[in-house]
């Protein structure tokens, strides 16, 4: 019965997360070949957003690779991928205004932002340690060492919850500038919300896939107990 749940978990998290993927990935594609009536740019429309709200000296640069696009608080800098940086879509315009957000949370000192900042040197160390600890605790049978391994993954875990609110709130500040700027018409405002809709749910898909795996490996360790 435990193994059944086992497989059961591990294949509703693979579910999950594919889903997820696929409707991110299709509704981006759809929206990124659709222009929008203003004809801005990422990287216009970035800049447009930091500069009305007096950040000035928070850059926008391009960068290489697909859907890779991210605020980099450190060295604050609005980082668009290339696509999106130079065109003038939809999905490009809404993408690079949820990045302004994120600059917009750092400057206002957002907690849950602030929160996810520290507990990054945790998760980075977890992402490794976790499933390291838990096959070397199955294969050696101590299990005290498992116990530390989902514990690693509960990290993650409270850091993919965290980082929720997080995304979601850069996707209403962009949204609401986006608005306030009258970018998008009222058709192309829906689908751009539509856009950030399917990427706030990547982040809820990595929640529930990270909580089934702790299920999963919390029945494997009660297997192993007896």
């Known amino acids: 019965m435990n193994e059944l749940i086992i497989y059961g978990l591990t294949f509703l998290a693979v579910i999950i997360t594919s889903l997820a993927q696929a409707f991110i990935t299709s509704t981006y594609k759809k929206y990124s070949e659709v222009?929008?009536?203003?004809?801005?740019?990422?990287?216009?429309?970035?800049?447009?957003?930091?500069?009305?709200?007096?950040l000035k000296e928070v850059k926008v640069l391009e960068v290489s690779g697909y859907?890779?696009?991210?605020?980099?608080?450190?060295?604050?800098v609005v980082r668009l991928s290339s696509d999106?940086?130079?065109?003038?879509?939809?999905?490009?315009?809404?993408?690079?205004?949820?990045?302004?957000?994120?600059?917009?949370?750092?400057?206002?000192n957002y907690s849950f932002l602030r929160i996810r900042a520290a507990l990054v040197p945790f998760v980075n160390f977890s992402s490794y340690a976790g499933y390291f600890a838990i096959a070397i605790g199955c294969l050696t049978g101590i299990l005290?060492?498992?116990?530390?391994?989902?514990?690693?993954?509960?990290?993650?875990?409270?850091?993919?919850?965290?980082?929720?609110?997080?995304?979601?709130?850069?996707?209403?500040?962009?949204?609401s500038e986006v608005e306030r700027l009258n970018y998008l018409s009222t058709a192309e405002f829906k689908n751009g919300k539509t856009v950030l809709i399917a990427a706030a749910l990547t982040y809820v898909a990595s929640v529930a896939s990270t909580l089934l795996q702790i299920v999963r490996l919390?029945?494997?360790?009660?297997?192993e107990e007896k």
């Open 35 to 54: 222009k929008n009536n203003r004809g801005m740019s990422g990287a216009e429309t970035a800049r447009k957003i930091l500069d009305d709200n007096g």
């Open 67 to 76: 859907l890779t696009d991210h605020y980099d608080p450190s060295a604050k």
């Open 84 to 108: 999106n940086y130079n065109g003038k879509s939809i999905a490009g315009l809404s993408v690079a205004a949820h990045e302004c957000g994120h600059a917009i949370q750092d400057k206002e």
């Open 144 to 175: 005290g060492v498992v116990k530390i391994g989902i514990l690693l993954e509960c990290v993650i875990l409270l850091f993919q919850i965290v980082t929720l609110p997080v995304e979601i709130d850069a996707s209403k500040r962009a949204l």
């Open 218 to 223: 919390i029945f494997m360790f009660r297997k």
